[in-house]
T-cell receptor, first 113, second 113 residues
């Protein structure tokens, strides 16, 4: 069935360090992989996404990589700042699901001063 | 700028009550979704709708129903609220075709006592 696994569930880094969050998916035909950020008490918001015809995408300090063979994708945040502290969710579309997204269970990132 | 609103931020109901959660979007989006968010479980899809009067079950539809009489409005109904439905409920909308990005509402924190 449709499944997205996300690791780790919590991640603590020092300010300025890099953070990496990994997700695996079950459907080899999945073609869209977004990452959402949810700050405390706020709604999830899209921060970056990647489609299956691209291996990597960058936007300033964040990047996403996709390995279709291994069916996993990762979020990379460089030079972390306190405002990066939030819960991050990965997601994927699945065959026959139309615009439906299946989300991972989330990663609580804490950037310590 | 997409705007998704939900009728209440906080709601307290008694066991057995019928509960209505309303969601409205102003971007003429075809797709609308209801999720519940619980710690460690991520965002789980309850129901979604691709068009007016159209609905499809998500991953956890038991105990819930939905209504979409107008394109901009998607309602989640708890026919007989139970304590295990205490949760954060998030509504989202997205456009058609390859517009997979989902825009979320602020959420409704429902407590059933």
């Amino acid at each position: 069935g449709e499944n997205v696994e996300q690791h780790p569930s919590t991640l603590s880094v020092q300010e300025g360090d890099s953070a990496v969050i990994k997700c695996t998916y079950s459907d080899s035909a999945s073609n869209y992989f977004p990452w959402y950020k949810q700050e405390l008490g706020k709604r999830p918001q899209l921060i970056i996404d990647i489609r299956s015809n691209v291996g990597e995408k960058k936007d300033q300090r964040i990047a996403v990589t996709l390995n279709k063979t291994a069916k996993h994708f990762s979020l990379h945040i460089t030079e972390t700042q306190p405002e990066d502290s939030a819960v991050y969710f990965c997601a994927a579309t699945f065959t026959g699901g139309g615009n439906k997204l299946t989300f991972g269970t989330g990663t609580q990132l804490k950037v310590e001063l | 700028d997409v705007k998704v609103t939900q009728s209440s931020r906080y709601l307290v109901k008694r066991t057995g009550e019928k509960v209505f959660l309303e969601c409205v979007q102003d971007m003429d989006h075809e797709n609308m979704f209801w999720y519940r968010q619980d710690p460690g479980l991520g965002l789980r899809l309850i129901y979604f709708s691709y068009d007016v009067k159209m609905k499809e079950k998500g991953d956890i539809p038991e105990g819930y129903s939905v209504s979409r009489e107008k394109k901009e409005r998607f309602s989640l109904i708890l026919e007989s609220a139970s304590t295990n439905q205490t949760s954060m409920y998030l509504c989202a909308s997205s456009g058609t075709g390859h517009s997979y990005e989902q825009y979320f509402g602020p959420g409704t924190r429902l407590t059933v006592t």
